[in-house]
């Protein structure tokens, strides 16, 4: 139990609707690039795309956050090293998806949230983030990369 009550495993409700409102706008997008003429088409890519760069960013920030906290001081270097940087590939692969033309671009971003997905289990196996974690992350990540995939595939 936390110090709400709350089972460990159990995703507070406010994670659970900020999680699914901020997948919204990737399902819209994907969505709207499906009906509007090419010029459109292309704004709405990038504007999928510069959100799927945010969000990633978002996401390599929480391991950043997870690898300074005064909790987690017990740890070695090594470990603190390797966390922190992969917390920054996220952006990075983000921005780099966004030079690169929409379909490639929109699988690069793609398989950057999938492959976050495989660093929060990781993390998850080491008992670096709650438990409830994966169980908001899972869901989340496939609709974010069915939705980028389809943009991509249109």
């Known amino acids: 139990m936390n110090e709400r009550g709350l089972p460990h495993s159990q995703i507070p409700t406010v994670a659970k609707w900020l999680g699914t409102l901020g997948a919204m706008p990737f399902v819209f997008f994907a969505l709207a690039g499906l009906f509007w003429e090419s010029q459109a088409q292309q704004h709405v890519y990038f504007a999928l795309a510069t ?32 966390q922190l940087g992969l917390s920054v590939l996220p952006p990075l692969i983000g921005w780099g998806a966004l030079l690169i033309t929409a379909p490639s671009g929109l699988l690069v971003m793609a398989a950057a ?38 943009a991509a595939f249109v």
């Open 51 to 82: 959100y799927g760069g945010v969000i990633l960013s978002f996401l390599g920030g929480i391991h950043w956050g997870l690898a300074i906290t005064d909790a987690d001081m017990g740890r070695s270097d090594g470990s603190r090293v390797v």
């Open 113 to 150: 949230f999938f492959g976050m997905l495989l660093f929060d289990q990781h993390a998850s196996h080491k008992g670096e983030v709650p438990t409830w974690y994966l169980k908001l992350r899972r869901p989340l990540t496939a609709v974010v990369v069915i939705s980028l995939a389809l």
